[in-house]
């Protein structure tokens, strides 16, 4: 009898605590931006320390130098990259970016799309002002995501808004509120 009073009890409780259909339906919505990539830990963490790189793209890897020489001739390696390219949401959703490549990336707001803070990675493309200084600069290590780990972005407001990576400037993602 003690049993069956105390998971009354229990249950009782738990319940007092779900959300009701009401606070169900005000929940803000989310939708999700993913960073991909595709890092060979050997050269990566042989050039930017242990651990730098953590692939998750079973058997797919880029070597860094390859990376470099893609961006160079103008052709990105398209294993980097956010998915989707272009997010249609309402006012009040909840962005939420996740990273589940195996390196660091930014999430930067930018005016316009242009280059990253790594000159060798930037086809060209002028450094955009909101990546200058690269981690130095508070705004942009604010943006920094790291393997496995996600970042909310909120109250975006109705319009156009465009975000890329400061590392890899063809990580562009396109996000309309209506």
């Known amino acids: ?21 009401h606070e169900q339906e005000n929940l803000p919505s989310v939708t999700q931006v993913v960073a ?3 890092c060979d830990p050997a050269t990566f963490n042989a050039a930017l320390g ?11 890897a880029t070597k860094l130098p390859d990376l ?52 060798d990675l930037n086809a060209g493309e002028a450094v955009v002002p ?6 130095s600069n508070v705004a942009v290590a604010k943006t920094r995501i790291l393997q496995g780990s996600h970042s909310q972005i909120t109250g975006l407001s109705k319009g156009e808004h465009l975000f890329e990576c400061c590392i890899h400037p063809w990580m562009r993602v396109k996000v309309e509120v209506k």
């Open 68 to 119: 470099f020489a893609k961006a160079a001739a103008g052709k990105p390696d398209p294993g980097w990259d956010f998915e989707p390219d272009i997010v249609h949401m309402k006012k009040g959703t909840i962005l939420d970016v996740v990273d589940q490549g195996g390196e660091p990336h930014t999430f930067t707001e930018v005016a316009q799309f242009g280059g990253g803070f790594i000159g």
């Open 1 to 21: 009898m003690r049993t069956l009073i105390t998971s009354l009890f229990v249950t009782a409780l738990a319940l007092s605590f779900a959300p009701t259909e």
């Open 130 to 135: 909101e990546c200058a200084g690269g981690f």
């Open 50 to 60: 242990p651990d730098f790189c953590k692939n998750v793209a079973l058997g797919a």
């Open 36 to 38: 991909l990539d595709e």
